[in-house]
């Protein structure tokens, strides 16, 4: 399995990508997934997400945390205030 991070907000939150990888990997396990997948995470801002929204899943509104968003097969939303 290989996990892709990056992040808009510079190295700040490069402790994250250690984290998220060790959570894809226990996720992976518990679900018992031996298939060899990619997971890139992106830590973006309101504006980039906004676009991404628009011109990947016409959405007009950014995402939220009102348990509203729709999510395409694949996706998982982690919302972390």
């Given at each position: 399995?290989?996990?892709t991070f990056t992040s808009n907000f510079?190295?700040?939150y490069s402790y994250l990508?250690?984290?998220y990888r060790k959570l894809a990997?226990?996720?992976f396990t518990?679900?018992?997934i031996t298939t060899n997948y990619e997971i890139d995470v992106s830590l973006v801002d309101d504006e980039t997400i906004h676009?991404?929204?628009r011109d990947y899943r016409h959405e007009a509104n950014p995402s939220s945390d009102n348990g509203?968003?729709?999510l395409l097969h694949g996706e998982?939303?982690?919302l972390i205030s």
């Open positions: 399995m290989e996990v510079g190295k700040q990508a250690a984290r990997k226990v996720t518990y679900l018992g676009a991404i929204n509203t968003c729709e998982v939303l982690l």
